[in-house]
Nanobody
Framework: VQLQASGGGLVQAGGSLRLSCVASGLTFRSYTAGWFRQAPGKEREFVASFAWHGGTTFYGDSVQGRFAISRDNAKNTVNLQMNSLKVEDTAVYYC??????????????????WGQGTLVTVSS
């Protein structure tokens, strides 16, 4: 199983970026997809998730209303559209796949497969 995240880069505050995560060896129709991030010196933080069954989405409080997660079944890809980026959004972003129960979708340890991470840097 491999998860390949891409789309990170340098953007000014207020700008947008779109991250993508392509999976091989598993299908996102059978796994909940999650995005997490980790800034230097901080713990890994839940960003968003897309439930495998029903497509329910969840967001972290700090990104609610600015970020949107979506799934492309044809490409077996999960995307994270990030708008109105802030300096505090700077982090390495990781995509993950797992089968957490809904109440645990924000918990990183519930995800069994992880991508390598892509760096997002937001400048002021």
């Amino acid at each position: 199983v491999q998860l390949q995240a891409s789309g990170g880069g340098l953007v000014q505050a207020g700008g947008s970026l779109r991250l993508s995560c392509v999976a091989s060896g598993l299908t996102f129709r059978s796994y909940t997809a999650g995005w997490f991030r980790q800034a230097p010196g901080k713990e890994r933080e839940f960003v968003a998730s897309f439930a495998w069954h029903g497509g329910t989405t969840f967001y972290g409080d700090s990104v609610q209303g600015r970020f949107a997660i979506s799934r492309d079944n044809a490409k077996n890809t999960v995307n994270l559209q990030m708008n109105s980026l802030k300096v505090e959004d700077t982090a390495v972003y990781y995509c993950a796949a797992g089968r957490p129960i809904q109440s645990a979708t924000r918990q990183a340890h519930m995800y069994t497969h992880w991508g390598q991470g892509t760096l997002v840097t937001v400048s002021s």
